[in-house]
């Protein structure tokens, strides 16, 4: 997320209440996680694991639970107790969350020869390209972004909170939710069929690339990234954070693992669960998903058992 | 389903035109299918194979196609040629259906601080606690009872019907659907993602512990009993009167089998099909779900088949 | 797609812009793509692989892109440099797509004791049979036909259109939509559960057959043929042109191939995927999905790799 215009380390050290450290006086152009920062942003970590790699991020600024450590010239941090709580006092302050009364946001920005069908909900701050149609019962959160003509069929939802908890049970009775204040953005060109979900970024974009085709019932977690041209057939689901290359195909009911990278063109076969990243221009099959021309052979030599089996008893 | 008040034998013999043997002076106090009897219920039963678990159950009383059983003292049995016609006799007359055309139906009873977006359908009997934010094009079926702090996310289904038939097939043209008058229970703190289905109990309740969090496209069947602070990912599938113990997590895509139980604190990998009870505390993968550890150590032993071929063909 | 009264291929001729060969003078019934097509109806083909199949199916009208075929005896071509388009062309002409902003449209025709609950959206020619139950936020898309005593659960949309695209990358920038124009027909006794999607014919239909029983979640491609009683559990995907015929149970989260046939009775347990046509009257698992005792047995092989290992190690 941006801020609306940057905002002075100061003014950031008084909101969450933190302790600064480094370079004192400088302007933060907005907050990421950890996946998604960028140089002048601002990302927080609570665990000492992770203490490096939000240092060495791009992030210039870093709210942290500790003060010892080496930070890197140029950057600052804000030292409190509890930093997850710090992001979530940035998020409400920058959005706060208001449910609005309306069917359709009086702030939807809309093109030319686009029609929303009845029954669709519009929140806030959505912008729709031109010639796009958006069939009965779509349901677009707030901050999409949809780009011309794009086709959203029945059911699907668009925008909806990451599936993010703190699960560190210390801290409160339940998990706590990692507020989204990220968006989707639809690229020209995307097609969705019915009764998809897809999630908005928790701080940054889920972003599907132009003229991608994705079936009924898909599911895209926050903060993915589908390139151009990729298509997915039924009931796919992809975990957040992942990222299709341009051109890929997955086949009906494929589970994708979060954070990876399925390469260019990859051609992924139905019902596979792809757990690590893949190289582009190759074709993949089963659990874990691995090259379709070894997977089928590997079920041919499952199939030769009994015969191994009895060569050997009788040998 | 409890009656609004107990009933007696006579006036429940009466209604389905019944033979009584037994106790035949008793007050019932509420009919159940067999999963989730209790004492002072009412249970049907039409196939030998099942009366002696129903009459040996928590239910005290029996509607059977049968006198030729012995009665367990103090209970009592109601003889009718068809004992399905009978359970929904009694249903149709305590939980008549009505469809109702009031978009929020006003006998909501709803807390303080509670949000219903727009285009939410809130059916009969719903109750919502305090806090609560339920997102646009959410459906709320009859008899749906949600605690605190609980948010639904768009798209989402809580209390269809369960998907439970009579398929013998000489008893009418088609399957004979057996009509739902059970309840979804949402516990404080449960979160539920965009497009989720959560059947009601058939009789009984669905139950969703305090504090568990669901992602988007999980279905939960009718009588599931899920613990407090568990994790379903997306695209999970529970089958009807299976349970979940405190803790568990289900990665996405994950199947389970009806009515087993999943112990504390268990993880099942994503993909996994869980055929059959689990016990807590570990991590299970793969179809059917075994050990995390075995499962891998399968995956690498079949990738050894060539080798052991041809070792033996050299030996 | 019957067109309202057959033209003559002279009229479609010049609607196309097509030269024609063959028989010049007669009568077309309709369009149909190759799976579907029947005596007296128009076909396309734009790619030499499927010359001879489109000339020599039950369609006597074939639009194509070579003047270089042998025509069989009475049929008729018309020749164009893109048959893709030319069929896009006859689609636009016969089945405008507007979009309706009546929540109802008014040539809704429904039967006695049918229920429309609030926030049902019903598009263009649709017909309700008798005694159906639409629940709320049900969307009914354009043609869908329903017959008597069909139950519709919450969220589920009949009719979106179909995943099917020309991928030719060097026609258009993306991959350009084939325009669905067929319809769904849900024979008497249906049941669909809570957020399903069935998506229409591409041309033709796609048929669930009377007494059939759908449970939540579950994707039905287009064009696919279900027959009578079957029972589909949740989760289940089912690709374009697929039949199933009756009696067929498939249990939860079973994903099936596209253009294939599952025999009467058939049986496929959970979280199979039939990847090919199963015979009839048997029961299948696995993946890809196979007679369930031999894959049963084979599962017992694999957990007894090891037990070979060591067996040959001592040899």
Redesign the interface.
């Known amino acids: 997320m941006q801020f609306p215009s940057p905002v002075s380390t100061k003014w950031i050290a008084n909101l969450i209440q933190a302790k600064i450290a480094g370079n004192e006086d400088a302007m933060i152009k907005g907050i990421n996680e950890i996946h998604k920062v960028e140089a002048g942003d601002l990302v927080f970590v609570d665990h000492p694991k992770y203490y490096d790699t939000c240092l060495n991020s791009a992030a210039d600024f870093i709210i942290i639970n500790t003060l010892e450590v080496i930070i890197p010239t140029g950057k600052t941090i804000f030292f409190v107790e509890d930093p997850f709580e710090a992001y979530l006092t940035i998020v409400k302050y920058f959005k706060p969350f208001s ?5 359709i946001n009086d702030t939807l920005i809309i093109g030319e020869n686009s ?1 929303l ?3 669709v ?1 519009v ?1 806030k701050n959505v912008v729709i390209g031109k010639n796009c ?1 958006i ?3 779509v ?1 677009l ?1 707030d901050s999409t972004i949809i780009g011309d003509n794009v ?1 959203i ?5 668009i925008g ?2 990451a ?1 993010y ?1 703190n ?1 560190k ?1 210390n801290r409160s ?3 706590k ?1 990692m507020l989204s204040c990220g968006s989707v953005v639809l690229e020209d ?1 995307v ?1 969705i ?5 897809i ?1 908005k970024g928790v701080t940054a974009e889920t972003r599907i690339g ?2 991608t ?1 994705i ?3 898909v ?1 895209i ?1 926050h903060d993915v990234t589908i390139g151009k ?1 990729c ?1 997915l ?3 796919v ?1 992809i ?1 957040g954070g992942t990222v299709l290359e341009d051109g890929v195909t997955l086949w ?2 494929v ?1 994708v ?1 979060k954070t990876i990278t399925i390469g260019e063109n990859a051609v992924v076969m ?2 596979s ?1 792809v ?1 690590h990243s893949l190289e582009g221009g190759k074709t993949y099959l ?3 998903a691995e090259l379709a021309g070894e997977k089928r052979r ?2 041919i ?6 015969e ?2 009895k ?2 008893m009788e ?1």
Not at 153 to 157: A, F, I, K, N, T
Not at 193 to 197: D, K, L
């Open positions: 449910a609005t009364q309306q069917p029609i069908m009845p029954k909900f929140g149609l069939y009965p019962n349901t959160l086709i069929q029945s059911g699907s939802v909806g909170d599936f908890y699960t049970k009775q339940w998990y939710k060109g097609e069929g019915a009764g998809c979900t999630d132009a003229g085709k079936d009924n019932m599911h977690g041209n298509l057939a039924a009931q689901g975990a009906g009911q589970g693992n139905g019902q669960g757990t089963g659990f874990p590997e079920l030599w499952i199939k030769r058992i009994p191994l089996w060569k050997m040998s």
